[in-house]
């Protein structure tokens, strides 16, 4: 099992009329990844109205702030066990057998135009197995291809964006991954969360998007960017693209300074907590779905 301990700080300042603030910040409640603890803290006394997506376990938190500064401070310690399955053992299911939930993750998004990307994907992916080595080709040519390179895009960059500047952040990366899978009519999804393991030359800890793809009735986490082991990655949001998981939605006037986040990994073997690390095996956060 890993447990993982993260914090996260968000300022900002309301100038002139009180403004409204949708929140992305708690750590997601899935049948994997329990919390343990947590702990919220708002500057202003606000009285926040926190409700749970049903299908991901999103959590959202909603409030009204007054003008002036607004801090928010939320930390958690999240306990995680991952299903893990051999690459080979790991097939796409046929669009017929496909859930109907799952039918919203085959389509174009807001980021993910993976209608544009038929030709191209056509091209570079239809030579490999079906399964997981066909998606493990995809993530392998979009961290091949794309520089991690802070700074390099902005919130209205999508993944055919990304695809000429061969720059981006983890969220390019991710966007990139999701509608070349999706123009193989496999199944991506997008997560936001926060990851441990990163190498500090990065910089400080912030949030991080990652993969997650649908493969023998199971969604797997996959990491485009190569950062962090798929290991050390805490649920935030899930949804088709960044548009459907900002970690803040503002409406008002407001300027904002740079999130500050820490995370850290228990290391007690004897009580079976394990740090992240990589392994050969690829790992699974979610149920199972049956067939439709």
Known sequence: MIRLTFDIELGYEIIGFPSDFIFNIHAAHTTQQTIVSEQLTLSQPVTPAIFTDPTFGTRYMRLNASPGPLTVHYGATVDLTHHAEQPENLYEVPIAQLPP??????????????DRFG?????????????????????????RRTAFLSGSTNSNTSAADTVVEQAGVCRDFAHLMIALCRAMNIPARFVTGIDYGAAPELGPTD????????????????DPTGISPPMGLIRLGTGRDAADTAFATVFGTVTS??????????????????????????????????PA
Do not use: K
């Not at 939930?101 to 993976?114: A, G, N, V």
């Not at 091209?123 to 979009?142: L, S």
């Not at 949030?207 to 023998?216: K, P, R, T």
């Open 101 to 114: 939930e799952m039918l919203r993750y085959i389509y174009p998004s807001r980021y993910c135009q993976s």
């Open 207 to 222: 949030f991080h998007a990652y993969v997650e793809v649908f493969l023998s009735h199971r969604w797997y986490a996959f």
């Open 257 to 290: 300074r740079a999130p500050v986040i820490n995370i850290s990994a228990l290391d007690d073997p004897a009580n079976g907590y394990t740090l992240p690390q990589r392994c050969d095996a690829v790992l699974s956060t979610h149920p199972g779905v049956a």
């Open 119 to 143: 030709r191209l994907a056509t091209w570079e992916f239809a030579h490999f197995p079906p399964g997981y080595a066909r998606v493990a080709a995809i993530q392998d040519w979009v961290r």
